[in-house]
């Protein structure tokens, strides 16, 4: 899947948060109709994450904070699919 399909496709699609581990607060969607899965990591170190303003109440979107963070889909087999790595 190239980028820009996956950010049309699924970019809107509500990601909750799941936990905190390592300077990285971890996303995931509700597990969807074809099976995927929808992963965003934000943070990485100190700086990042004492910048960020964190509701874990509200969902966040790959279209809203997905930019320059890490993201990935998992099938149903748990196979990573795509993959958005720090540039």
């Known amino acids: 899947m190239e980028d820009e399909e996956v950010y049309e496709k699924y970019g809107d699609t509500p990601l909750y ?3 905190y ?7 995931k969607s509700e597990i969807l ?20 303003v964190i509701d874990a109440r509200e ?4 279209n809203e904070n997905g930019e320059d963070e890490i993201a990935y889909i998992k099938n149903q087999e748990k196979k990573v699919i795509w993959k958005q790595d720090l540039e």
């Open 17 to 19: 948060f799941s936990h």
């Open 33 to 52: 109709e074809n099976g995927d899965q929808i992963f965003l990591q934000l943070g990485g170190n100190m700086e990042k994450v004492s910048a960020l």
């Open 21 to 27: 581990y390592n300077f990285l607060f971890i996303f």
């Open 59 to 62: 969902p966040m979107t790959l």
